[in-house]
Nanobody
Framework: QVQLVESGGGLVQPGGSLRLSCAAS????????MGWYRQAPGKQRELVAH???????NYADSVKGRFTISRDNAKNTVFLQMNELKPDDTAVYSC????????????????WGQGTQVTVSS
């Protein structure tokens, strides 16, 4: 059973920083792309940042220059370093990954974490 577990959310003042982590566990053969999404109250879920297995990244315009996505392939973990946080960054942040479980040939499946709350407020 493959699962993604996020950590690192919380309450932070405007201008502050947080680092989110998402660890994939279970019987995993390979992990392709990984990403972070967020959903604020009353809004649609949006892509925040995305990273390929080779390390290529892309970001939402609203977070460019402030957020950095990275991954540790040896630990099946993706990170999101969030700096210069703003109240508009308040949302539930969820991890997403394309994973091939062991025993499933080359089939790839998309997995979601349970989400972690990030609140930016003074």
């Amino acid at each position: 059973q493959v699962q993604l577990v996020e950590s690192g959310g919380g309450l932070v003042q405007p201008g502050g920083s947080l680092r989110l982590s998402c660890a994939a566990s279970g019987s995993i053969f390979s992990i392709n792309a990984m990403g972070w999404y967020r959903q604020a109250p009353g809004k649609q879920r949006e892509l925040v940042a995305h990273i390929t297995s080779g390390g290529n990244t892309n970001y939402a315009d609203s977070v460019k220059g402030r957020f950095t996505i990275s991954r540790d392939n040896a630990k099946n973990t993706v990170f999101l370093q969030m700096n210069e946080l703003k109240p508009d960054d308040t949302a539930v942040y969820s991890c997403n990954a394309d994973i091939t479980p062991r025993g499933f040939g080359w089939n790839q499946y998309n997995y979601w974490g349970q989400g972690t709350q990030v609140t930016v407020s003074s």
